[in-house]
């Protein structure tokens, strides 16, 4: 190899290779399935020489790497999940508690890391498994669960399952978090009062949680929960409402211990020791600096990192802080280029599975569009600078946040100049000034904790009138994968120097992510969108103009809420931005228990439910800004939208009360073909209707009554309906069985396809001149750790 051709070697660890690296783990979590064992060993191996090997395509063997690391990572995480031969059976396991235990109104949630199995469940030895212990049936006081303390170790008896949930547009993926967090298995206690606690609380986490009540008593101002989450990480005192008013405000990113303070105390520490040794120079002649100040960096975020009981933000900063010690202590010049490739090949060694986590993209992102427009020299003022930064981490970021969350904050920037500096500079030191004070001296932390929560007191008031303004959270619809590329390098263009033309062109590069066509049905089409809410329903009707929601799934007291997790992602990421018609089925909580969460996100035009049932649909109205028109559904009502026609079967008018029997049945007809939704009806009503309206049942799509439950579908109402498509909300392995085996039979035998939520996720169906068209979550975008497939 000539001199020349030396020069063109990709670099080892440098920017080249941590892309390199990147894109190997993006394209295996990206597929569909992994590929077999033995070929992913073969790739890395090859993949590993071809990145030590001096040649003009060591880039090829990173990627190979990469690609197999992760591949690797991936499948043996979900290697290690429950067996389908141990699930939902009692198992006897003892471990130890993990992390901070979330007590809720019915249950307590706690990570449990198994130490010993008895029989069977010797197997499941070493892993993480995430438990629920809920209150026994019609208690009104919460039991021993509350007595739960990180660090103890127990013995219990638990009913486990593989990781399992929902599938739905703009949702949270809870199959992706556990495979990102190692959870083998979830799973409830059985027989809760027969716990036995083995040893006291111990270690890291046991004292964040003494120091949290600490917080707790000495703060009796409501923000406690804000310095606990700021000082210790401690975030399960914020409320939904909370949430809320920081995802509005754009302010997510700095509660809890984040990525950014664990930086910000690493750098007060830094700047500290570099300080002493300004004013003890002889003690640079045996560590200089530089390199002192380095390892005050790593040692600061390291403690920092143990107060958040390692989160995965927290260990990547601390790695990015040890890669740039690493640099100073060799005393080389070191470009921010280098520093960040270097540190991002670390993270993805360390751990492969982190470009699942948003976090990571917004971490590195950010720092990468910093690096890349600001000066590397200080000669810009302090606040010029600060500015500065915080126009291109908005501009940068934006089509990072949009694609993550689809959401943004337009009061985004304008929280952040506030919050960053006071929060950063007052608070988080305050807060953290208490416990340091804390541990060391019992009540002396209570003065400083107290000033941080005054502090705070100051700003929030602002942030809360901020999240209730028109300008706060704006919801996006979910765009095509390839729109964010095109966003990135609008704002590539955008954040070019002065000078360079065509600056406002740049702006088009953002519509297709920040417009997407939202493929709404032309005049005389239907669009029938069947949400996954578990055991439950909830279908999005749509024509060209117009939006209605049929029921709304199930809701807890203090636990799942599908309006809240499912419904409504679902409907952002939709495009939906109103509700004409809000239509509850009955009462039952699986139908309408999501519909206070739906009414304070969506305004509504009109709200029915059978009569004599709509009490909880008056109690869900006051919640509304604007109180929709209240009407019973009744049998012979019907309207048009868009020149698609709708109407009520059922109840007949002075029709009594008889819960699912009542159940308002809605048909929906087109030029192209019709749609029957029927709620839980049984076959009592089924026979009735197929008497009175014969010619009306029939329905090319029908939704399955009461979820395919065995006293529904009666053989004379399938005939009736020669459905093509039966489509059937239930959750997996539900406790009642739906669909019974025998219901689902009767309906293939009829010619329909039957298409169940527990397989398919979110069900989209569309009527129109070219036919009926289906597409199904979970089979239009597969993932590798999708359950279902699995």
Not at 163 to 178: M, V, W
Not at 675 to 698: K, N, S
């Amino acid at each position: 190899m000539t001199h020349g051709d030396a020069d063109r070697v990709p670099s080892l660890l440098g920017p080249g290779a941590a892309i390199a690296l990147l894109a190997g783990s993006g394209a295996c979590l990206s597929l569909p399935a992994l590929p077999p064992h033995f070929l992913l060993w073969g790739l890395g191996i090859t993949g590993v020489c071809g990145w030590l090997w001096r040649w003009r395509g060591r880039w090829l063997g990173v990627l190979l790497s990469g690609f197999a690391w992760a591949g690797l990572q991936a499948g043996g995480s979900l290697a290690l999940r429950v067996p389908p031969e141990l699930e939902r059976r009692p198992l006897t396991l003892t471990g130890a508690i993990a992390e901070l235990p979330q007590h809720e109104a019915r249950r307590t949630r706690f990570l449990f890391v198994v130490e010993e199995g008895e029989g069977a469940a010797a197997e499941l030895r070493g892993r993480r498994i995430m438990l629920s212990w809920h209150d026994d049936y019609g208690a009104r006081q919460p039991g021993a669960r509350l007595k739960l303390r990180a660090g103890e170790r127990w013995r219990f008896q638990a009913k486990l399952r593989a990781p399992r949930g929902l599938r739905n547009p703009g949702g949270f993926d809870s199959e992706k978090h556990a495979l990102l967090q190692r959870f083998s298995a979830t799973g409830s206690l059985h027989h809760p009062e027969q716990a036995h606690l083995l040893s006291p609380a111990t270690g890291v986490d046991a004292w964040r949680e003494v120091m949290s009540a600490r917080i707790g008593h000495a703060v009796a101002s409501p923000s406690s929960r804000f310095v606990r989450a700021l000082a210790l990480g401690d975030t399960r005192g914020l409320t939904q409402d909370d949430w809320y008013i920081l995802r509005a405000v754009g302010l997510t990113h700095l509660i809890a211990i984040s990525g950014f303070h664990v930086g910000m105390v690493a750098s007060v520490f830094a700047v500290l020791v570099g300080g002493v040794w300004r004013l003890f120079p002889g003690w640079a002649r045996r560590l200089p600096r530089p390199q002192a100040m380095g390892l005050a960096a790593v040692l600061a975020a390291l403690g920092y990192a143990v107060l958040a009981g390692f989160a995965l933000p927290t260990v990547r900063t601390v790695l990015m802080m040890a890669v740039w010690a690493v640099a100073r202590l060799g005393r080389r010049p070191a470009r921010v280029a280098d520093t960040l490739a270097l540190a991002l090949i670390v993270v993805l060694l360390f751990d492969p599975l982190s470009p699942l986590a948003a976090g990571f993209w917004l971490s590195f992102g950010g720092v990468a569009w910093l690096a890349w427009c600001l000066p590397a020299t200080g000669t810009q003022h302090w606040l010029r600078g600060f500015l500065s930064a915080q126009a291109v981490a908005t501009v940068g970021l934006l089509p990072l946040t949009v694609v993550l969350f689809d959401q943004a904050s337009l009061a985004g920037p304008l929280a952040n100049l506030v919050a960053i500096p006071w929060w950063s500079l007052v608070v988080v030191p305050l807060s953290l000034l208490g416990t340091a004070a804390e541990a060391l001296v019992p009540g002396a932390g209570t003065w400083p904790w107290r000033w941080a929560a005054a502090c705070f007191d100051l700003s929030w008031p602002g942030f809360r009138w901020l999240a209730d303004g028109r300008f706060s959270l704006w919801w996006l619809p979910e765009a095509a994968p390839w729109a964010v590329g095109f966003a990135l390098l609008g704002a590539f263009w955008l954040l070019l120097p002065r000078g360079v033309p065509g600056k406002p062109l740049a702006a088009l590069l953002w519509l297709p992510l920040l417009w997407p066509d939202r493929d709404l049905p032309r005049k005389g089409e239907v669009e029938l969108a069947m949400i996954d809410v578990g055991q439950g329903l909830s279908v999005l009707v749509r024509t060209s103009r117009h939006a209605l929601l049929y029921d709304m799934g199930p809701a807890m007291r203090g636990g799942f809420d599908a309006g809240e997790r499912a419904v409504v992602p679902a409907l952002h990421a939709w495009g939906v931005p109103r509700l004409d018609r809000v239509v509850v089925s009955h009462d039952d909580n699986d139908h309408v228990g999501g519909l206070a969460s739906v009414l304070r996100a969506l305004p509504a035009g009109m709200a029915q439910a059978p009569a004599g049932q709509g009490a909880k649909v008056e109690a869900a109205l006051p919640a509304m800004p604007r109180r929709p028109e209240r009407r019973d559904c009744l049998a012979g009502e019907s309207w048009e939208w868009d020149g698609v026609r709708f109407r009520f079967l059922h109840p007949r008018p002075h029709f009594p009360n008889l819960g699912n029997e009542s159940s308002c049945v809605l048909r929906i007809e087109t030029d192209h073909g019709a749609a029957l939704l029927t709620g839980d009806i049984g076959e009592v009503i089924e026979r009735e209707l197929v008497r009175r309206f014969p010619a009306d049942l029939r329905a090319a799509v029908v939704f399955a009554p009461h979820h395919g439950s065995a006293g529904s579908s009666d053989p004379r109402f399938v005939a009736a309906t020669g459905a093509r498509l039966l489509l059937v909300s239930s959750g997996h392995r539900n406790r009642f069985g739906h669909p019974k085996p025998q219901v689902v039979a009767r309906w293939r035998a009829a010619g329909a396809e039957v298409v169940d939520t527990a397989d398919s996720g979110a069900v989209q169906v569309w009527l129109s001149p070219q036919g009926l068209a289906l597409r199904e979550r979970r089979h239009a975008r597969p993932r590798l750790w999708d359950a279902a497939r699995r």
